[in-house]
Every structure is written in structure tokens, then in C-alpha cells.
């Protein structure tokens, strides 16, 4: 685990008060000591240090106590850190500055699960859920109740693993005429400094990526639409390309399960930005 994810009000006089699920993964999952070390996510995105000052096994009660040393430095510290290789202080994001939506149309539970958790690790900041021609009839039915939090845990757990700094949220199921509404007015979806792509298995029509990256001069803001099972239809991609400005690229090779396409895609469009920014630097400094 990189890091544990705590919200901020639950700071009170420099200690962490942990009981319940929380007691119960640092326990008996991750099985930390009196002295260990914790690196903790706040909800407004702050890393701070902690060390595990106070265990009541009877209680099922663990306190944390905030330290003032350096964000992410655990060298100036004594006791263990429960982190094994990179701390999460030490990890650099490098799209910081960039907000990436998943518009996922919506699979089976099990599929959507994968897909939350891998979107996660990689750093997207909304997954937006969209009710397609290929969606089954009850597919919203995972996005309430005790399901809903299913997928928040997912989240939890992914970010403490990866060490994400981002708070990635799911936002309502949505059809694809209202998912594109959503974007153009919450995320401007449509100005210069925006990129919308969609995954097809077909490729008439496509643009390939880097060409599509590489034609804008700052990108601050990337939707990335994936199908479910059986993939987004003719129709659905026209309303993409018309009312959303998504342009359609088009992978060489097999057709992925959507599952494999939403985490395919999105490293793919990741290392493409990252490769034309470092490009570009490179010229700059040349």
C-alpha cells in the first residue's frame, strides 16, 4: 500500500481516530505496530505522514498521529514504513495538470469493476458511466445502495495501492446525448485546449493519435470513450463525432474485450501526450 485514504475533518488535534473497516485492513490486512510509518491522502489531495501512535485491539481502535516533517519524507523519522519501494510522496504524476474522463459505456458489474479500478490507477479523474445500445436493460441497477459503495471501495483501495494523488469519482449513469451535454458544459468539452477520443473497432473515419495530440498546443482536458460488450454503434459515434467533437481513433492488431480497451486506451493517449510534451521540452532546451 502506497498510502491510506483519510478525509480531512477526521484530523482533530493532530490525531487520526480509525475504527470499523478502516481498524480492520491496517490490522489484520496490513497488520501494522505501534511506530510504524503511514503515509496518508487527504481528500483535498494533501500527502501527510503519520506514524500509528495508539492500538486497542478490544476497542478495535487505531490512532494516528500526524508528523511535521516534509511531505512524503520518512528518512527524517524513526520507526518502519509499512511501504514497500516507492513512497507515495516520492511518485510523480505527470498530468497533474490535466483532467482525464472515462466515458464508459456501461458492461456487466464485474467488467465495470475492473474497469473502475485500473481507471483509477491511472489517474482518471471521473469515470462517467453511459447508457449505450449495447447496454443491458438493468445496467444501472449496480450504481445504487450497497453496490454504489462497492465501487467507492474500489476506488479507496486502488488509490492506496497505486498511490494516486487524484480523487477519481463516478458520476451518475448517463445517456450518451446527456454524457455529452455533461461534458461540453462541466469540462468545455469542445474548446482548444480539450481532447475527445473515442475507441472503435472499426476504422473508417479514424485519426491517428498522435497526429490528433500533437495538433493542439496545450491539452489540459482528455475524454476517452470506450463501448461495452459489442462495442459503441454507428449511431452513437456519429452523435460523438457531431454533438461532443470526439474524433475517432482506431487501434491496429485484435479486437480488445472492453474491459482490455478502456485500460489499453488510456495508456495509450497517456504516453502519447507524455511523448509530444517531452518533444517539445526537448526543443525548447535544444
Known amino acids: 500500500m502506497r498510502q491510506f485514504i483519510v478525509e480531512k475533518e477526521n484530523i482533530k488535534n493532530g490525531l487520526i481516530e480509525l475504527i470499523g473497516k478502516d ?9 501494522v505496530k ?24 478490544n476497542a478495535k481502535k487505531i490512532i494516528l498521529q500526524v508528523c511535521d516533517a516534509a511531505e512524503g519524507d520518512a528518512s527524517s523519522r524513526a520507526g518502519t514504513s509499512i511501504t514497500r519501494g516507492t513512497q507515495a510522496g ?8 490535466r483532467d482525464f474522463v472515462l466515458f ?8 465495470f469493476e475492473l474497469i473502475v479500478r485500473q481507471a483509477t490507477e491511472c489517474g482518471i479523474s471521473v469515470i462517467v458511466p453511459v447508457i449505450g445500445d449495447f447496454s443491458e436493460k438493468n445496467c444501472t441497477s449496480m450504481f445504487s445502495g450497497a453496490k454504489r459503495e462497492r465501487f467507492d471501495r474500489i476506488i479507496k483501495e486502488a488509490r492506496q495501492q497505486s498511490g494516486s494523488p487524484v480523487a477519481t469519482k463516478i458520476v451518475e449513469p448517463m445517456t450518451l446525448t446527456d454524457a455529452v451535454d455533461w461534458w461540453k458544459k ?9 481532447l475527445a477520443l473515442a475507441l472503435w473497432e472499426r476504422t473508417e473515419g479514424e485519426v491517428p493519435l498522435f497526429k490528433l495530440v500533437s495538433s ?5 482536458k482528455v475524454a476517452i470513450a470506450v463501448g461495452n460488450e459489442g462495442g459503441i454503434s454507428p449511431a452513437e459515434i456519429k452523435l460523438l463525432n457531431e454533438k461532443g467533437f470526439f474524433s475517432t481513433i482506431h487501434f491496429e492488431g485484435n479486437i480488445l474485450r472492453c474491459e482490455t480497451a478502456a485500460l489499453y486506451g488510456i495508456a495509450a493517449v497517456q504516453s502519447a501526450i507524455f511523448q509530444l510534451n517531452q518533444e517539445k521540452q526537448g526543443g525548447e532546451n535544444g
Do not use: H, W
Open 90 to 97: 516520492e511518485i510523480k504524476n505527470a498530468f497533474s495538470d
Open 216 to 220: 493542439k498546443d496545450k491539452i489540459t
Open 186 to 194: 462541466v469540462f468545455g468539452g469542445g474548446e482548444a485546449s480539450s
Open 23 to 31: 481498524f480492520r485492513y491496517l490490522r489484520q490486512v496490513l497488520r
Open 34 to 57: 505501534k511506530g510504524d510509518m503511514l503515509n496518508v491522502r487527504l481528500d483535498d489531495g494533501e500527502l501527510r505522514s503519520t506514524t500509528v501512535a495508539f492500538i486497542d485491539d
Open 104 to 111: 464508459q459505456f456501461i458492461p456487466k458489474a464485474q467488467k
